[in-house]
């Protein structure tokens, strides 16, 4: 698919999605982004504000399988990646899949599972496969996970491990919408579900060809060497104890090309890495005692130090920093 056909085909999901979640372009856009660039998005935000609206929605839209799994406390491993199950007839073992093996996989409420379930889904979201009984089912392509979670100081959660958030290419908050848009809600909303009306608008093989063209824009070595600069930055700053993984390098490349494709465009520009790198940074940092002091939530704490990471850090100019 060229170009111009991705950049119609995004703009015919989101307008599909704002028809159910009002207010919020600038998240739908970052998650179809990610969706693009073949990551795996996190939602984080208090309940009611839209998360799991937002990706059903998403998912919705596009001709592709989608499963849906409800995280609570007692949910086992083998709930997400499936089970061995013994035939009686045929006296022998047979693999039942799990509700992992779709498309699209819509985890709700991520952080209210237990450790060892939560655990179960890293090798799922970077290998793309699942490992049973000492035999390995592939996952299918496209494969992505759109999880919601509750904030980590919310009642009955428990914090996603450093590994867990790493695997997540960005992380992104609803917020609460503005009064024209809750107003817009209560009548749109008053007698049926707005997901009731939403049909797909993009085909399997379309998104795949979207994936394909995403992967194809080009980064200079500049921009490049910018994304790397900008990730070892945080593993340098006092004000962090842990800084981003080479994964996220990685991701933010890819994330950022997936955007330039999603604007009909063929490369990557600076721009580009600074308007998601929050998005793709935050969640995997941890800030330093010094900075935490009283703070009971270090989000915005961290998302500062971003910001300011991302102004301290020199932006490559000139034909090389542009294509």
Known sequence: MDLPMVEV?????????????????????????????????????????????LAKALAKSLDCTVSRIQFTPDLLPSDVTGVSVFNQVDRR????????????????????????????LLECMEERQVTVDGFTYLLPVPFTVVATQNPIEMEGTYALPEAQRDRFMARISMGYPDTESELMMLDSRDATSPLDGIEAVVSGAQLRGMMTAARAVFASAAVKEYAVSLVRATRDDRDLRLGASPRAT?????????????????????????????????????????????????????????????AETPVPLGPAGLH
Do not use: C, W
């Open 93 to 120: 073992f047979e693999f039942k899949p799990g509700a992992i093996f779709a498309n699209i996989v819509i985890g709700d409420e991520i952080n209210r599972a237990s450790p060892k379930t939560q655990s179960a």
């Open 9 to 53: 085909a995004a703009r015919a999901i989101i307008r599909n999605v704002e028809t159910v979640i009002d207010g919020k372009h600038e998240a739908v856009t970052t998650a179809l982004t990610v969706l693009l660039a073949q990551g795996h998005l996190l939602i984080e935000d208090v309940p009611g504000v839209g998360k799991t609206m």
């Open 250 to 310: 990685l991701q933010l490349i890819r994330v950022a090309k997936a955007q330039a494709a999603l604007q009909g465009r063929e490369y990557v520009l600076p721009d580009d890495i600074d308007s998601l790198a929050l998005a793709v940074l935050s969640h995997r940092l941890m800030a330093s005692g010094r900075v935490l002091g009283h703070h009971q939530d270090s989000g915005p704490l961290i998302e500062e130090i971003v910001r300011r990471i991302i």
